[in-house]
């Protein structure tokens, strides 16, 4: 989109005439920016600053300014709308950046955060170390008193006792203060007393009461869900505070918003309330684009949704036009951190990104990954330090990126750089040429990737071969083929804005939040009236939360979901339900045949003699904001490819003088087979030699991945 050789701008036009929403995604490598305008989408990328993230969401509005013609205050001004999603949270957690956290819990029960809930990869592999508590024992406080799971008080809170907690707090500095009680969830009593004493006592330290955050059954996902709250409140509170005050000083005067895991977004101060709400907030957008892109392209069923950028390669799924959540988030690998404690959008996240490093170990085994160049200093092929052989270094080195037109020339590439570090760092340890070496990086970053769909497809019992998938992110088109291919998925869809896909979700979801409440019930002496409270309690909370959001009520939606599972089960799934159907006196059997509808769709089995219990309930309240009809980047001139052919080497042809079609030029569903690339200003996508591709009309590019051994065309829908 942005040609730094161009004296006369892009897109031409005043600061008056311009009505904007802004959308960025803050990743490891760059920061992408999409501008929406009367409908129409405009993608930007400017390298991430790392040390301050902030400075790099500015350099997007730089780039976007220039491109305009305007200047980057005056381009500012025109927004309403600033939309941002950031992985500080969650970097703060991996880095142990987080403020010194207390928790207090009920006497008696200190050990929540170590025993946790138990499990292990490998359960007889003693030789790893049993995770740390997220709150050291340490900083945990038994607090006298207790609350029976009726709701009853057995023992008062002792109040002294939690003055000398509170005294100890000050002596050790403590900056933040989670509090989970037993049974809090069913009479908050004794919590909301603790919080009025630490109020009053300490006072300028934030508080997490577990009952509000996370109103959870479990008493280990309400403690570490309180926890990770509480430790991210100081840390967000500055960084959320210095991001809106940054954009005021550069002449944004609207409202700033940020995206959160639940696959929506909230005003600023929300996420000042409740941080945990910004953990992968960039990576929960993908699905949402996804799913608004397989509704116009494909006809089937699931969709598998990826966005590879430059440090990871985030996978989620479509069932059936939605996006599933998960309870099981966890904070790293599995067993060996600690789970979120919060429900959030399935998104499986690996370090297999453009720029991972591949690295041979002292066995002769090539790695790709987890390790990244990042930024700074980058790929070797940025001539800016780095010296490893990465991904974008090997696809270089193959001939499928254009050194003079990455990011549409304004970085250029230094090819001969990218073949050294081929060279030295894989190809001569394992006595390879240096082509082969580079096809080997890429063969090795693309299980990688098939790993991580494998698995979530597994959990979620979505047969690859019946799904079409989406890929998206600068660095997508290097293997997204190859990887559909892989899956055996009849169809890859890799969308004109695909390099900026979370940030194009972004531009597409609504304001939203998710509220819950506990409530245990079954369908063999379902409690009506108690459901139907708890489902009003529940509207009102969502439509107060519509109010605030100052969205009308037509643009407002409310789902309504029920978390059961069979007697005896140990973990429920969620049913979408209408509280309708629950009013009447048929209410238990539309429950229990809702829930073996999605136990059958998930398991592949239901069991009509079981009990279905129903645990808790949770409303999704969404409040459309969006102007944009199509996910479609605006019209330009420059559409055409940095030139008509270039070597390429694929492993079965060798180097061969391949056609470089432009993103933008290609004619609308005129199919053409490969090898060929396909380029634009922020991506190249590798079309294989057993594969066919095409423009679908709504400017996608619609490719069938393994054209030798698909008997029939993947049904598509043409939508005009």
């Given at each position: 989109?942005?040609?730094?050789?161009?004296?006369?701008?892009?897109?031409?036009?005043?600061?008056?005439?311009?009505?904007?929403?802004?959308?960025?995604?803050?990743?490891?490598?760059?920061?992408?920016?999409?501008?929406?305008?009367?409908?129409?989408?405009?993608?930007?990328?400017?390298?991430?600053?790392?040390?301050?993230?902030?400075?790099?969401?500015?350099?997007?509005?730089?780039?976007?300014?220039?491109?305009?013609?305007?200047?980057?205050?005056?381009?500012?001004?025109?927004?309403?709308?600033?939309?941002?999603?950031?992985?500080?949270?969650?970097?703060?957690?991996?880095?142990?950046?987080?403020?010194?956290?207390?928790?207090?819990?009920?006497?008696?029960?200190?050990?929540?955060?170590?025993?946790?809930?138990?499990?292990?990869?490998?359960?007889?592999?003693?030789?790893?170390?049993?995770?740390?508590?997220?709150?050291?024992?340490?900083?945990?406080?038994?607090?006298?008193?207790?609350?029976?799971?009726?709701?009853?008080?057995?023992?008062?809170?002792?109040?002294?006792?939690?003055?000398?907690?509170?005294?100890?707090?000050?002596?050790?500095?403590?900056?933040?203060?989670?509090?989970?009680?037993?049974?809090?969830?069913?009479?908050?009593?004794?919590?909301?007393?603790?919080?009025?004493?630490?109020?009053?006592?300490?006072?300028?330290?934030?508080?997490?009461?577990?009952?509000?955050?996370?109103?959870?059954?479990?008493?280990?996902?309400?403690?570490?869900?309180?926890?990770?709250?509480?430790?991210?409140?100081?840390?967000?509170?500055?960084?959320?505070?210095?991001?809106?005050?940054?954009?005021?000083?550069?002449?944004?005067?609207?409202?700033?918003?940020?995206?959160?895991?639940?696959?929506?977004?909230?005003?600023?101060?929300?996420?000042?309330?409740?941080?945990?709400?910004?953990?992968?907030?960039?990576?929960?957008?993908?699905?949402?684009?996804?799913?608004?892109?397989?509704?116009?392209?494909?006809?089937?069923?699931?969709?598998?949704?990826?966005?590879?950028?430059?440090?990871?390669?985030?996978?989620?799924?479509?069932?059936?036009?939605?996006?599933?959540?998960?309870?099981?988030?966890?904070?790293?690998?599995?067993?060996?951190?600690?789970?979120?404690?919060?429900?959030?959008?399935?998104?499986?996240?690996?370090?297999?990104?453009?720029?991972?490093?591949?690295?041979?170990?002292?066995?002769?085994?090539?790695?790709?990954?987890?390790?990244?160049?990042?930024?700074?200093?980058?790929?070797?092929?940025?001539?800016?330090?780095?010296?490893?052989?990465?991904?974008?270094?090997?696809?270089?080195?193959?001939g499928y990126i254009d050194p003079d037109f990455f990011l549409g020339g304004r970085i250029k590439l230094d090819a001969d750089l990218a073949r050294k570090a081929v060279r030295e760092k894989v190809a001569e340890p394992l006595k390879l040429s240096v082509e082969e070496a580079a096809t080997a990086m890429l063969n090795v970053w693309t299980e990688n990737m098939v790993q991580a769909i494998a698995d979530i497809t597994v959990n979620q019992g979505v047969d690859p071969t019946k799904a079409s998938i989406v890929g998206g992110g600068g660095a997508a088109g290097l293997n997204a083929v190859a990887i559909a291919s892989r899956m055996g998925?009849?169809?890859?869809?890799?969308?004109?804005?695909?390099?900026?896909?979370?940030?194009?979700?972004?531009?597409?979801?609504?304001?939203?939040?998710?509220?819950?409440?506990?409530?245990?019930?079954?369908?063999?002496?379902?409690?009506?009236?108690?459901?139907?409270?708890?489902?009003?309690?529940?509207?009102?909370?969502?439509?107060?939360?519509?109010?605030?959001?100052?969205?009308?009520?037509?643009?407002?939606?409310?789902?309504?979901?029920?978390?059961?599972?069979?007697?005896?089960?140990?973990?429920?799934?969620?049913?979408?339900?209408?509280?309708?159907?629950?009013?009447?006196?048929?209410?238990?059997?539309?429950?229990?045949?809702?829930?073996?509808?999605?136990?059958?769709?998930?398991?592949?089995?239901?069991?009509?003699?079981?009990?279905?219990?129903?645990?808790?309930?949770?409303?999704?309240?969404?409040?459309?904001?969006?102007?944009?009809?199509?996910?479609?980047?605006?019209?330009?001139?420059?559409?055409?490819?940095?030139?008509?052919?270039?070597?390429?080497?694929?492993?079965?042809?060798?180097?061969?003088?391949?056609?470089?079609?432009?993103?933008?030029?290609?004619?609308?569903?005129?199919?053409?087979?490969?090898?060929?690339?396909?380029?634009?200003?922020?991506?190249?996508?590798?079309?294989?030699?057993?594969?066919?591709?095409?423009?679908?009309?709504?400017?996608?590019?619609?490719?069938?991945?393994?054209?030798?051994?698909?008997?029939?065309?993947?049904?598509?829908?043409?939508?005009?």
């Open positions: 989109m942005y040609n730094p050789t161009a004296r006369v701008p892009i897109w031409s036009c005043s600061a008056r005439e311009l009505r904007m929403r802004f959308a960025t995604d803050t990743g490891g490598t760059f920061t992408d920016l999409i501008i929406e305008n009367e409908g129409k989408l405009y993608l930007f990328k400017s390298p991430t600053v790392p040390s301050n993230p902030v400075e790099g969401v500015l350099g997007a509005f730089s780039v976007a300014a220039e491109a305009f013609g305007i200047e980057r205050a005056e381009l500012l001004r025109s927004g309403g709308q600033f939309i941002h999603g950031t992985t500080h949270a969650i970097n703060a957690i991996v880095t142990k950046r987080v403020a010194k956290t207390a928790l207090l819990v009920t006497q008696g029960h200190p050990d929540i955060l170590l025993l946790r809930e138990g499990g292990r990869e490998q359960p007889f592999d003693h030789s790893v170390r049993y995770p740390r508590a997220f709150i050291p024992r340490a900083l945990t406080f038994e607090v006298p008193g207790r609350i029976l799971a009726s709701g009853e008080e057995r023992h008062p809170v002792d109040e002294k006792a939690v003055l000398n907690i509170i005294d100890r707090l000050k002596r050790e500095r403590v900056e933040a203060v989670a509090v989970c009680l037993l049974w809090s969830i069913i009479n908050p009593a004794h919590e909301n007393r603790i919080a009025a004493l630490l109020s009053e006592h300490l006072p300028g330290i934030p508080v997490t009461l577990s009952h509000v955050l996370s109103p959870s059954l479990r008493e280990y996902r309400r403690a570490i869900a309180s926890s990770i709250d509480a430790s991210l409140k100081p840390l967000m509170d500055r960084y959320i505070g210095g991001l809106t005050e940054s954009m005021r000083a550069a002449g944004f005067e609207g409202q700033v918003l940020v995206l959160t895991s639940q696959g929506s977004m909230v005003d600023a101060e929300e996420i000042r309330r409740a941080p945990i709400l910004a953990l992968n907030s960039g990576p929960s957008m993908a699905p949402v684009a996804g799913a608004y892109i397989t509704g116009i392209e494909s006809e089937l069923r699931d969709s598998i949704i990826f966005d590879t950028g430059g440090t990871t390669f985030d996978v989620s799924l479509v069932r059936e036009g939605r996006v599933p959540f998960t309870h099981e988030t966890w904070l790293g690998r599995p067993y060996k951190s600690d789970l979120t404690g919060f429900p959030s959008i399935d998104v499986k996240s690996v370090g297999a990104g453009g720029g991972s490093i591949a690295w041979v170990d002292d066995g002769g085994v090539l790695h790709v990954g987890p390790q990244s160049a990042g930024s700074v200093p980058g790929p070797a092929c940025y001539a800016a330090g780095g010296t490893e052989a990465t991904v974008t270094d090997a696809a270089l080195t193959l998925c009849p169809t890859l869809v890799v969308p004109e804005v695909g390099a900026g896909l979370s940030a194009a979700g972004a531009v597409v979801s609504d304001v939203g939040r998710s509220f819950r409440r506990l409530f245990v019930t079954n369908t063999r002496e379902f409690d009506a009236s108690g459901v139907a409270g708890k489902l009003e309690e529940l509207r009102a909370d969502a439509e107060r939360f519509a109010i605030k959001a100052g969205v009308d009520k037509a643009d407002t939606s409310i789902d309504f979901y029920v978390e059961a599972r069979y007697a005896h089960q140990v973990w429920e799934i969620d049913v979408p339900i209408d509280p309708a159907d629950l009013a009447g006196e048929d209410a238990a059997n539309i429950l229990r045949n809702a829930f073996d509808r999605e136990h059958e769709r998930i398991f592949a089995f239901h069991d009509e003699a079981s009990m279905v219990e129903a645990i808790a309930w949770r409303a999704q309240v969404k409040c459309k904001v969006a102007k944009t009809a199509k996910l479609r980047l605006a019209d330009t001139d420059e559409t055409q490819a940095s030139r008509a052919s270039r070597q390429v080497y694929f492993a079965e042809l060798g180097w061969s003088d391949v056609p470089v079609f432009g993103f933008g030029a290609l004619a609308v569903d005129s199919d053409v087979r490969g090898p060929a690339i396909v380029e634009s200003r922020f991506t190249s996508v590798v079309i294989n030699p057993n594969a066919a591709f095409r423009r679908s009309a709504d400017r996608n590019l619609v490719v069938t991945p393994n054209i030798r051994e698909t008997s029939e065309q993947p049904r598509l829908r043409r939508v005009v």
